[in-house]
């Protein structure tokens, strides 16, 4: 039985729990304001919040309902655009009204909801913020510039809330309805009925955030047999012990963006982030899942093979370590036992003298999935380089470690030469095809650039 | 006044088709798209799909009870394929299911042994082979073959646009519920309710009265459900009418996109000559379409392609050949600009490249061959035009001078950004190019109780055109908007509909309801000075009150409504409106086709990086000739949201077929549209209002289609940035800009299309060359 605050209702349902969130609200509960529109996270037009207590406190985010299963809302409090609906147009509907920012209306709803989650988010408030919290609504009417001046009078709304608690100031401002008051004490409540009634011990499949999985194999996740991996808490958190940083394999993209440890280790972290998917999925994905996905061109997965990450693995009762570089065969071929699960991602935070970079070209910079993406950690003594890895994306059949032109790298002085003579190694491993996300040649032709722009960067950082 | 429907949108009350509560019984259908793009159909298995649990039964083209077509303008579409099919995709069964997953799980179960054939994508290859839709056409103005010999400077080209994907965010689908009587209702998402009517009338085999089509709103069109939202009804209507239960097929967004077809890619070969004072003394083009497997709309859509080929220009000698192509891709349709626009972009082209060659602005080719009032159009009709008072306030407005200078200024002191600046005016005439189409029908009720119900062909997609109705009545009647309500599109209740297309949606219904409530109040106005024993023209209606020569009477609305209805006045009207004016020989390829033509001009500026060949438009600066806008907010946003989906088109949305015809960027993660953070950092809009008199809906000229045009701006901006970054390197004229043609140009050598040291072909796409 999976039991959850919807709006203001008590939910308990025997429905399957691999079963996705929007079709139990549309078609279930008969909420039909949040709308079906691409069914893979990408359109923003299915967005709910999802209230949960961590530490005390209760925090809200937006997720994408049509690649989260019922399982992973188990416990929690769930938002629909009926549960912001008063007796009038709230303050941020009417702030869109005033806007003209709605035009046939589809993917409205969604824009309520997600700016919702920025009056919820407890971020500052500026309009910056209330745009980031709708980076994953995509509306083929407005052009969004009426969005835009929304968000702005959206942000203007909380100026006020100082260290109030979100729901608290909403409620009391009536920005939302006065109900959100009291769920903080309502899911205190629930908690105490459930235990861990999902916990199956014979799951044929394994979910994380399921923003992959579910778009991988829709059909089949509904009546599976599921083990719901994204609220064990030991695969939670992102820490540091000694010089190594350890991040549980279920902490999400969001996690890791406003982990201290990284924010402190990398200072481009948000700007890397920025161009990882869209709020609402790094609320969700999961970094063991931007792993095990094994796409050749997984942006957390290229990051994290610069860094030398090692992975745990378990399967219950063994544990066993090896590092990210070795993991993958083949394409989406991976050295995992079928009835292991990734648990825990270690690796060295970076020193003084040793700088990281992300780059990623796509098609549309926000949002999309990369063209060819590469990052890199290199450690400079003067303009020698130490130890260098760069790893791209998009080149090959696996995420790739450019072994030979590292190799080549080690020891050389950074300068116009070396970095011509690397592109020219990098080209001798990479094995690019033509796809959707471009041509061979581009994605060629692109790698070197993004190499080029990896020092370029990487020199400036190294001057101040 | 803001969008009526705002309220609901707002607070997820809106009812779209899949939001219609469910009847008791209802079934839910999924079809089987062909995975082949050109063969012959061998043999057929749907008994492993038949026998899955759910499964009612699945229909083949042997269950269809009339004819299976459904071609509007050309008789080559059959519903469901029979022993050929021809672009993957076709629909070849419907598996109707108690559930949407047991429909889902079925389709997956069908197999299909299909004889190959060889795959047309390419217009050019299908042009050679013979393979067209309908003869060629020509548009003719003047003599070209004679007037090189005074051009002192002569250009040639090629130029190609892709295809665009609608979109829309709410995915096609229809509902249909069987009757007594052997007639259907079905609930569509369709921009064309009496399309859906004939098709599904023809496929049934129903006389169109049997057939009923109803519509509350769309989530979306942009013209994908103006012919395209046909199949999906004629499916549901056919499994309804065999199996007596209500059959329902929301489609899933990959279905949607594989499907249906999209915006026709084009492409063109361009003669341009200029005299020495840069005038254009002759152009000639010849236009490939990329058709697709069917007519579909594109007979319609080339034809536009004709009308907007000289774009805002006067050219004295055109000629203007296009070909409507055959290929294996889902056959093309309307989209936003409906041809227009490939038109404009391929004159735009001709006239870079000359202005490239020459060393000037474009601009300045541009601004000194704009139409004047009293110029000839290539199909004859004679110009009213606002194209220089556009282009001239704008370039002062936005101060065109200062924005080049800075532009110069960033390019000097940047190595590795380069910005780049692009004037593109527009000229677009407001019309179905099809005369007959021109006209409208508005049914206009006054209830007792003095609200008012008002019913007409147009459809409510996000454009505002019931907003627009609704006005009409509330300042016909002078009574407050809530006294009124628009009614659902239905074909009971209004026959013989033109698609909401064509941007003529609000002229058309409008006229009509103006037609309709004029009516109603001229027979209360009679009724009140007989009454009043006063002249029927000394009674005015205001505010809610009766007026007798200029004083306010105690007669309010409501009670002149009553007295009406006690007197046996009629308080119903259903008024016809047909656009006087208009008329086009196809015989000559001459006429008057257009109403009137809405004119405008936009500044475009773009950012390039020049390391990873990424990009951002800063802003898009516009003066629009709006007539009198009768809804600023409305119309504002219709501009907007134009402008973005034009720069889509040009940049980063790329229809990807392999040589197969399959279509690889098949959902949102491989096909992009803007989103919040790509969208220009400014739009400017600016009014040109004008005194001139037009046939436009209280002189509000039509604003739906023209501002996408805007949109082409950004692909010249972007190749004057790479210039600035690449002097010498030659690339073609080949939209969209994606950030892969964009690095690709920045490292273009001399020899067009080859990029240092990666010397194999870049194109990869099979429409898209």
Not at chain 1, 25 to 43: F, P
Not at chain 1, 62 to 74: E, R
Not at chain 1, 248 to 264: C, D, F, H, I, K
Not at chain 1, 318 to 332: A, D, T
Request: glycine share 8%; charged share 20%.
């Amino acid at each position: 039985m999976i039991k959850f605050i919807l709006n203001n209702k008590n939910i308990a349902t025997s429905l399957p729990a691999g079963m996705v969130l929007l079709d139990f609200v549309r078609y279930h509960q008969h909420l039909t304001g949040t709308k079906v529109g691409c069914n893979e996270g990408d359109c923003g037009a299915c967005t709910m919040l999802v209230g949960e207590l961590k530490n005390n406190k209760l925090q809200y985010h937006a997720l994408t309902s049509c690649l989260t299963p019922l399982g992973n809302v188990h416990g929690k409090h769930v938002v629909t655009v009926e549960g912001l609906n008063m007796e009038a147009l709230n303050p941020i509907q009417q702030a869109m009204y005033d806007e003209s920012a709605t035009q046939c209306g589809f993917c409205t709803p969604g824009f309520v909801v997600s700016l919702a989650g920025f009056c919820l988010s407890g971020k500052p408030a500026t309009t910056q913020n209330a745009i980031a919290h709708i980076d994953g609504n995509i509306c083929r009417c407005t052009g969004y510039k009426s969005i835009e001046r929304a968000a702005a009078k959206v942000a203007a709304l909380m100026q006020n809330r100082q260290s109030t608690e979100p729901t608290t100031f909403v409620s009391a401002n009536h920005i939302l309805p006065a109900w959100f008051a009291d769920i903080k004490q309502r899911l205190y409540s629930l908690h105490t009925e459930l235990n861990g009634q999902l916990h199956s011990t014979t799951a044929t499949e394994w979910v994380g955030g399921g923003t992959d999985v579910y778009v991988q194999k829709h059909d089949v996740m509904k009546e599976a047999n599921i083990r719901f991996l994204f609220d064990e808490e030991r695969l939670k958190g992102i820490k540091q012990e000694g010089n190594r940083c350890i991040m549980g394999a279920s902490a999400t993209v969001t996690e890791l963006s406003e982990s201290p440890v990284m924010q402190q280790y990398f200072p481009r972290l948000a700007d890397h982030i920025k161009l990882v998917s869209s709020t609402p999925i790094r609320n969700i994905a999961t970094i063991g899942g931007n792993l095990i996905n094994a796409s050749p061109i997984g942006d957390l997965t290229i990051f994290l093979l610069t860094l030398d990450a090692m992975l745990v693995f378990s399967n219950g009762e063994q544990r066993r370590e090896i590092p990210l570089s070795e993991l993958y065969k083949g394409y989406k071929t991976l050295d995992k036992q079928p009835d292991e699960h990734l648990e825990l991602i270690s690796f060295e935070l970076p020193g003084n003298n040793t700088f990281f970079h992300f780059e990623k070209v796509s098609k549309r910079t926000n949002l999309d999935i990369a063209s060819v993406n590469s990052a890199i950690c290199i450690t400079l003594q003067g303009d020698t380089i130490q130890a260098v890895r760069i790893s791209a994306g998009g080149v090959a059949p696996v995420p790739k470690l450019l072994q030979e032109t590292n190799a080549f790298l080690k020891g050389k002085a950074v300068n116009e030469s070396t970095i011509k003579a690397a592109i020219a190694i990098a080209q001798t491993e990479i094995t690019p095809i033509s796809d959707a996300r471009g041509t061979a040649d581009y994605k060629r032709l692109l790698l070197g650039q993004l190499i080029k722009a990896h020092f370029m960067t990487i020199a400036e950082s190294a001057l101040r | 006044m803001k969008n009526i429907d705002a309220y609901t949108h707002l607070r997820g009350e809106s009812i779209y088709l899949d939001d219609i509560p469910l009847i008791h019984g209802t079934l839910f259908g999924a079809s089987f798209g062909s995975p082949v793009a050109h063969g012959i159909i061998r043999h057929l298995d749907i008994s492993e799909a038949a026998a899955l649990p759910g499964v009612v039964r699945i229909f083949t083209y042997k269950d269809i009870t009339g004819e299976n077509q459904i071609g509007g303008i050309v008789p080559d579409e059959p519903l469901i394929a029979d022993h050929e099919v021809h672009f993957c995709g076709m629909p070849v069964a419907f598996v109707v299911a108690d559930s949407v997953d047991a429909a889902r799980a079925a389709v997956k179960k069908i197999k299909v042994t299909i004889d190959p054939l060889p795959v047309i994508t390419d217009s050019r290859e299908a042009q050679q082979l013979g393979e067209l839709i309908i003869p060629p056409r020509t548009f003719q103005l003047g003599d070209t073959a004679n007037s090189w010999q005074h051009c002192t400077h002569i250009f040639e080209g090629r130029a190609d646009t892709n295809g665009q994907e609608h979109l829309y965010i709410e995915t096609q689908g229809a509902y249909a519920v069987p009757q007594e009587h052997n007639a259907i209702k079905i609930y569509s998402s369709t921009q064309g309710p009496t399309a859906v009517q004939r098709a599904v009338s023809r496929v049934l085999g129903l006389p169109m009265h049997l057939v009923e089509v109803e519509v509350n709103r769309l989530g979306g069109g942009f013209g994908g459900k103006e012919d395209q939202a046909n199949t999906w009804a004629a499916l549901c209507a056919l499994a309804a009418h065999h199996l007596k239960r209500p059959v329902k097929y929301s489609l899933h967004r990959m279905e949607d996109m594989a499907m249906t077809g999209k915006r026709h890619p084009y492409s063109a070969d361009f003669k341009i000559g200029l005299n020495a004072e840069l005038k254009i003394i002759a152009y000639e083009a010849t236009f490939y379409q990329n058709a697709g497997a069917a007519a579909d709309l594109s007979p319609a859509v080339m034809e536009r392609t004709l009308f907007h080929c000289t774009n805002t220009y006067f050219i004295p000698n055109v000629k203007a050949t296009a070909y409507s192509c055959r290929t294996h891709l889902p056959p093309n349709t309307a989209f936003r600009g409906f041809g227009g626009p490939q038109g404009m972009f391929m004159i735009e082209s001709a006239i870079a490249k000359a202005a490239e060659a020459l060393g000037v602005e474009a601009a300045v080719i541009q601004e000194k061959n704009l139409l004047q009032t009293g110029d000839e159009f290539p199909y004859g009709q004679i110009a009213q035009s606002e194209a220089p008072d556009c282009w001239h306030k704008a370039t002062a407005l936005y101060d065109v001078a200062a924005m080049r200078k800075e532009v110069n200024a960033f390019n000097a002191a940047n190595k590795w950004h380069k910005k780049g600046l692009a004037c593109m005016p527009i000229c677009f005439g407001i019309s179905f190019t099809k005369t007959l189409m021109n006209q409208a029908r508005s049914l206009v009720h006054v209830y007792t109780d003095g609200s008012v119900g008002i019913t007409t062909g147009a459809v409510e997609m996000g454009q505002g055109v019931n907003t627009k109705i609704l006005q009409v009545a509330a300042q016909v009647f002078s009574i407050q908007p809530e006294k009124i309500r628009i009614h659902t599109t239905n074909t009971f209740k209004i026959a013989n509909t033109s698609p909401s297309a064509a941007s003529a949606t609000a002229d058309l219904n409008g006229k009509a309801t103006l037609m309709a409530c004029t009516a109603i109040v001229e027979r209360l106005k009679k009724m009140v000075a007989e009454e009043m024993k006063v002249d029927a023209q000394s009674v005015t209606l205001q505010d809610e009150y009766v007026w007798v020569n200029k004083q306010k009477t105690d007669i309010d609305w409501k009670s002149l409504v009553m007295t009406g209805h006690i007197k046996r006045i009629g308080l119903s009207e259903h008024a016809h409106y047909a656009t006087p004016e208009i008329h086009f020989d196809a015989a000559k390829e001459k006429g008057h086709p257009f109403a009137y033509h809405v004119y405008g001009t936009a500044l475009v500026s773009v950012t390039v990086d020049c390391i990873r060949g990424t990009y951002t438009v800063d802003s898009v600066k516009v003066v629009h000739d709006f007539g009198a806008s009768m809804n600023t907010a409305v119309d504002l946003g219709q501009i907007e949201g134009g402008i973005v989906q034009g720069i889509g088109w040009m940049t980063m949305e790329e229809v990807v077929y392999d040589a197969n015809g399959r279509l690889r960027s098949n959902a949102l993660s491989t096909y992009k549209v803007p989103d919040i953070y790509s969208v220009p950092k400014e739009i400017a809009i600016d009014f040109l209002q004008t005194p001139h008199d037009n046939l436009a809906i209280f002189r509000s000229k039509a604003v739906g289609e023209p501002p996408l045009m805007y949109g082409i701006g950004a692909y010249f901006a972007l190749r004057n940035a790479v210039r600035a970054f690449n002097k010498t390197g030659q690339f073609a004229f080949d939209a969209p800009m994606t950030p892969e043609k964009v690095l690709m140009a920045l490292y273009a050598t001399q020899k067009e299309g080859i990029i240092e040291s990666h010397e194999e072909t870049t194109n990869h796409l099979a429409v898209d060359k």
